[in-house]
């Protein structure tokens, strides 16, 4: 653990005393999730030395540290973005403070854009793989070759469509493409993204995903289909529309949590 990483895992320790093994990191427009916590500790992200900020609505900006469904949790509540102007390692750096204190497993989540057009606004997809497009990467200057075959655990996949049959839900899988934003994608550039064989694009998560599984952290990805992506609908995107319709998405979204959270604990 380097000297940030320490600072800021240390300064968390002070306000609270974590047990969790369950992170979550929750993107734009989900962070309702934390109502639902039993006796919740906030600790916003500006508090928490060389912890990066995010400037995106959406995302409030705060670890929380309680407990859902019986079972402790540290919950990040918003994200920052490579867009924003961070470096990578800026990005990742929450992703380091959670292994420093001692998450084992990672639900990441975020808003997307669907590419396959069996997808519709308000669906939960669980990721199943990845293609990035950010001609970056969290581990650049490293020799930390990661095996990214798995990238996303099948186990935990497995566990959140059982969960999913039990309550009702419907869950898809499918390939989250990332693109640099915040400019949204061009028609041409989705076009693109289909015959890669992504079925969703996005402007996170990725990196995240990265360093999870590089600090042996499994990883359960989950995207909120926001909008179709560009030149599916003619329609123009907006941010507003992606947080609107994961507002309206998120009791599905949090019934799905709370009973992988459930089972996991």
């Not at 400037?55 to 949790?73: D, F, I, P």
């Not at 490579?82 to 975020?110: C, D, H, R, S």
């Not at 041409?188 to 599984?213: C, F, H, Q, Y």
């Not at 319709?245 to 089972?263: C, D, H, M, P």
């Amino acid at each position: 653990m380097n000297k940030k990483v320490k600072e800021a895992v240390e300064t968390i320790k002070k306000r609270v005393k974590p047990d969790a093994k369950i992170g979550i990191i929750l993107g734009s427009g989900l962070g309702s999730l934390i109502e639902e916590f039993n006796d919740p500790v906030h600790v916003p992200f500006r508090e928490i030395p060389h912890f990066p900020i995010s400037s995106v609505a959406g995302h409030k900006g705060e670890a929380v540290v309680g407990s859902l469904a019986g079972v402790s949790l540290l919950a990040y509540s918003g994200r920052v973005h490579y867009y924003e102007g961070y470096t990578m390692q800026e990005v990742v750096f929450p992703i380091k403070v959670m292994a420093g204190l001692g998450i084992e497993t990672l639900i990441i989540t975020n808003a997307a854009g669907a590419v396959n057009e069996a997808f519709s606004p308000g669906n939960i997809i669980a990721i199943n793989d990845h293609i990035s497009l950010m001609g970056d990467n969290p581990l650049r200057g490293t020799a930390d070759f990661v095996d990214m075959t798995e990238a996303y655990s099948r186990d935990l996949r497995s566990l959140a469509h059982e969960v999913a049959a039990a309550e009702g839900i419907k869950l898809q899988e499918g390939v989250y493409l990332v693109l640099n934003g915040p400019s949204y994608e061009t028609p041409a550039e989705i076009r693109l993204a289909k015959n890669l064989g992504a079925d969703m694009v996005g402007m996170s998560t990725i990196p995240e995903t990265i360093m999870a599984n590089s600090l042996g952290i499994k990883v359960m990805g989950l995207s909120m289909i926001t909008n179709m992506a560009a030149g599916i609908t003619g329609e123009p995107l907006t941010h507003e529309e992606v947080i609107e319709t994961s507002k309206k998405g998120a009791e599905a979204f949090k019934a799905l949590v709370r009973g992988i959270v459930q089972r996991l604990g």
